[in-house]
């Protein structure tokens, strides 16, 4: 008799997690128990874990294939996945039966599961977004697959050098991943460079045209996403590259065998490394081939799974498949998808053009001018002449769609076009990517508004209703469940566990912000958290700090715009205040920095030297020591930011209000009951709306100001320097040699581009009242109950920040995808 599916799938009970670890310790790592090396531990249990994956992996593709399924599949350049094997074991609900079984065999899992080296495939924000819908998408239970590229080297790790940061290469993959499953059958032919041959007719109805190419092979490698339950198992399809043939064989008959070794190494360099940029554009030729390869491989695969479930019936592609473009780094798939159709597929232009439009929908994630992508045609016409040749078609019906709307507005065109015609001509990605989407959204409220109103005015007047926003969102499972498990514990115990899957189940616990027990155990369980973390602060830094100051953290990407300088100054301040005036903070502080800039971002690394200059100083006086500490965690990860979070006490998200899209690490502090102390920017003003204004910390100028001051040009730097004693002090300490730790240090620089530059961040507009704001935060947390009180409305009120949420907007407005439940469930 046939098993059924249930008795073939294997259990989540202590004895079959024995059996399954002791097997794979056996055969799959060749071992005798005892021998097995903390690496080797890791790799068993993982091993243990994805088998189970698998056998859900496979009933989940099946009942969608049953159920002819629409799906959704997320193209990103980026997926900041950090560690899975915790976080697979909570979501199959195997955590404890794990841990026991290990326990039974001597081994602890918390000391495992540290073995993992966190999969570091994005660079910060955008990279973790994309991470945490797929984690929503699995328990949803919606068919929606993430598609990206194989990094061999994620983002670098970051080492501090006197001060300095450092670079070192992430060989995440040195030791293989148990997180992969390759599929060599599903290997893809991938062609770049090459001519196109002089077209039959004017029109694009001819057939293959794009010759000489050369072509790489695209492995695909499937990682596997469980939802909250383990119902539901998507997957993650990233793919390397490899060269086509083992040897080229033309070259290596001629002789030369270490040029021919040379070509394969020079195809497979394509998937080698992530660009450690978050908003600089590289403008290198080999990042063109990377966002090429991601969409080529995507593009092709998913036209595949089409035909191969729906016979000869292009036509309903759009019915069946929604691509979502993260930023327009995949932007180049609305040329491949109009390619496959055009020349592979035989369509005419516009059929094509319909199902391409109806198919793509494309999210924004900034508005810095300088972050927005540009590819030089020239370019363009090396790598991949023949898309060039389609956006330039795509051009050319669109603008003329435009003059017909807009008669006699030649202005109007040279701000649309989508190839730019002054100086180098480029091919500007955000253009394409509106044009041929049926939907644009933004990440916030404010952002959204934004990019209507200042970025793309023109193609919101001419498409009104493609533009939407949808929120951005975090996944409670892996930022209060995992991460901060004693207050996961304290809630399911006082309101039942539904928040686990619906968030917004959280307002329950508003009766208990002032009641004196709950505060007392929220308290405890965040010095909990706050000593664990000090002890990993003594481990990194050295440093030893008290669990009972305050704990106000600035944790992401250094930025200009995101104005780490900002908390810089104030502490600065508040030190010459301590030490020159005698006055002293009314509560004792740690303030804990972490974050990584981009290698060539000489601002970026000169503000981590000035925080970690800063650092020394005051760590090592006498007179703050009481008072004040800071520290600068180095090399800041996903892993690392689950162990900061659940400590903090104050979150800091002080961006020039305008300049942050959305900001997500501010609903994750929220959600784990720290304040903010923030601009009106981004989701902090959504994060307002719904903790209530007594409940966070707002300073600052709202970007409408900003916005104004930018157009009169009436902001000047030198009024606030010579009319705020403070500020002055601040900037001539930074401009003296006070915080220097050697000569011909100083940070000049800062001053400079401060007051004589123009000060591009509004810093010294924002400083005396984000000076006011922290002092009424100081103020208030001497006033423990108060504060708890507040600090539980913020975990109470977040409800609205599960990407849960932003997920069924997405569903539901834009891809039209619907949720598959196993049957009895
Ligand atoms: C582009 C071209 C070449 C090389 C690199 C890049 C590149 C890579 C990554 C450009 C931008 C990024 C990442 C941007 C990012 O993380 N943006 C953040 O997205 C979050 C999710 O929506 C928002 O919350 C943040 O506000 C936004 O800054």
């Known amino acids: 008799m046939m098993m059924s599916e249930k008795e073939m799938m294997l259990e989540n009970t202590v004895s079959a997690y024995e059996n399954s670890l002791l097997n794979h310790c056996r055969y799959s790592m060749g071992e005798e128990w005892q021998q097995l090396s903390k690496r080797d531990l890791f790799q068993t249990a993982a091993l243990a874990v994805r088998d189970r994956l698998i056998d859900r992996l496979i009933e989940t593709e099946e009942r969608y294939r049953q159920s002819d399924a629409k799906r959704l599949y997320y193209l990103s350049m980026e997926f900041l996945m950090g560690r899975t094997l915790g976080n697979s074991l909570i979501n199959l609900n195997a955590y404890d039966a794990c841990k026991d079984a290990l326990m039974k065999l001597g081994v602890d899992l918390e000391e495992v599961r540290e073995i993992e080296p966190d999969a570091a495939l994005g660079n910060g924000g955008l990279g973790r977004l994309a991470a945490c819908f797929l984690d929503s998408l699995a328990t949803l239970d919606m068919p929606g697959?993430?598609?990206?590229?194989?990094?061999?080297?994620g983002l670098f790790k970051q080492l501090i050098k006197n001060g300095y940061q450092k670079?070192?290469?992430?060989?995440?993959?040195?030791?293989?991943?148990?997180w992969q499953i390759r599929r060599p059958d599903e290997t893809l032919r991938i062609h770049v460079y090459g001519r196109i041959e002089?077209?039959?007719?004017?029109?694009?109805?001819?057939?293959?045209?794009?010759?000489?190419?050369?072509?790489?092979?695209?492995?695909p490698y499937d990682m596997p996403i469980v939802g909250y339950g383990g119902r539901t198992v998507n997957c993650l399809r990233l793919y390397s590259a490899r060269s086509s043939q083992e040897f080229d064989m033309e070259i290596f008959n001629n002789g030369d065998y270490v040029k021919a070794v040379e070509q394969k190494m020079t195809s497979e360099t394509i998937s080698k490394v992530l660009y450690p940029s978050d908003s600089v554009k590289s403008g290198r030729e080999l990042r063109l081939k990377q966002e090429y390869f991601l969409v080529a491989c995507a593009v092709r695969d998913i036209v595949r799974r089409y035909e191969r479930d729906h016979k000869n019936a292009l036509s309903k592609f759009a019915s069946k498949v929604a691509i979502q473009l993260n930023d327009?780094?995949?932007?180049?798939?609305?040329?491949?998808?109009?390619?496959?159709?055009?020349?592979?597929?035989?369509?005419?232009?516009?059929?094509?053009?319909?199902?391409?439009h109806d198919t793509f929908a494309y999210t924004n994630h900034t508005l810095l001018a300088e972050a927005l992508e540009k590819w030089p045609v020239s370019l363009l016409e090396l790598v991949v002449p023949?898309?060039?040749?389609?956006?330039?078609e795509i051009n050319r019906r669109f603008l003329e769609q435009v003059a017909r709307v807009f008669p006699d507005d030649p202005e109007r065109l040279k701000r649309m076009t989508i190839i730019t015609e002054d100086g180098e001509s480029q091919v500007r990605m955000a253009h394409l990517s509106i044009v041929g989407s049926h939907s644009v959204n933004g990440v916030s409220e404010l952002h959204s508004e934004l990019v209507k109103k200042s970025l793309v005015p023109d193609f919101h007047e001419l498409t009104p209703e493609?533009?939407?926003?949808?929120?951005?969102?975090?996944?409670?499972?892996?930022?209060?469940?995992?991460a901060n498990p004693a207050l996961a514990e304290l809630i399911t115990e006082t309101i039942g566990d539904r928040w686990i899957t619906e968030l917004e189940e959280l307002h329950m616990l508003e009766p208990y912000a002032e009641a004196g027990q709950f505060q007392q155990e929220f308290r405890s369980i965040k010095r909990d958290n706050k000593l664990r973390l000090a002890k990993v602060i003594l481990d990194t830094n050295d440093v030893v700090v008290d669990p009972d100051s305050i704990f106000d953290v600035h944790i992401k990407r250094i930025h200009e715009y995101k104005r780490q300088s900002l908390n810089c100054m104030r502490i600065i301040h508040e030190y010459?205040?301590?030490?020159?005036?005698?006055?002293?903070?009314?509560?004792p502080r740690t303030y804990i920095f972490a974050g990584k800039a981009a290698p060539g971002y000489w601002a970026a690394k000169q503000i981590i030297k000035m925080i970690n200059n800063v650092a020394q100083i005051i760590n090592n006086d006498p007179r703050a020591n009481e008072f004040m500490k800071v520290v600068f965690i180095p090399d800041y990860k996903v892993s690392l930011a689950e162990k900061i979070i659940p400590a903090a006490d104050i979150s800091e998200q002080v961006s020039t209000a305008g300049m942050e899209a959305s900001g997500t690490g501010n609903m994750k502090f929220a959600m784990n009951g720290a304040l903010t102390m923030g601009t009106l920017d981004g989701a902090n003003i959504e994060i307002c709306e719904e903790v209530g204004e007594e409940n966070i910390f707002i300073f600052g100028l709202k970007a409408a100001e900003i916005e104004k001051m930018k157009r009169e040009k009436s902001y000047n730097p030198w009024e606030y320097y010579y009319h705020d004693g403070r500020i002055k002090r601040v900037m001539d300490a930074l401009n003296s040699k006070s915080f220097c730790t050697d000569e011909n240090e100083r940070f000049v620089w800062f001053y400079e581009a401060v007051l004589n530059a123009g000060d591009t961040y509004f810093l010294l507009a924002d400083l005396a009242s984000y000076i006011e704001a922290q002092e009424r935060a100081g103020a208030a947390y001497l006033q423990t109950d108060d504060w708890t009180g507040k600090a539980i409305l913020n975990v109470a009120r977040t409800g609205k920040f599960s990407s849960d949420r932003t997920i069924l907007e997405y569903a539901k407005e834009i891809w039209n995808i619907k949720r598959y439940m196993r049957n009895g469930h």
Do not use: C
């Open 145 to 153: 697959f993430g598609y990206g590229i194989n990094y061999e080297y």
């Open 167 to 178: 670079e070192e290469p992430d060989h995440w993959l040195a030791y293989g991943t148990p």
């Open 198 to 219: 002089t077209p039959k007719s004017k029109d694009f109805e001819y057939g293959h045209l794009w010759v000489d190419t050369k072509e790489i092979l695209g492995v």
């Open 328 to 356: 327009t780094h995949p932007a180049l798939a609305i040329a491949e998808l109009m390619r496959v159709l055009i020349d592979d597929k035989d369509l005419p232009w516009e059929e094509a053009w319909e199902i391409t």
């Open 386 to 392: 023949r898309h060039l040749q389609i956006i330039k």
């Open 466 to 482: 493609k533009f939407n926003n949808k929120t951005n969102g975090v996944t409670q499972r892996r930022w209060l469940l995992k």
């Open 576 to 587: 010459l205040s301590l030490v020159e005036d005698n006055q002293q903070p009314v509560a």
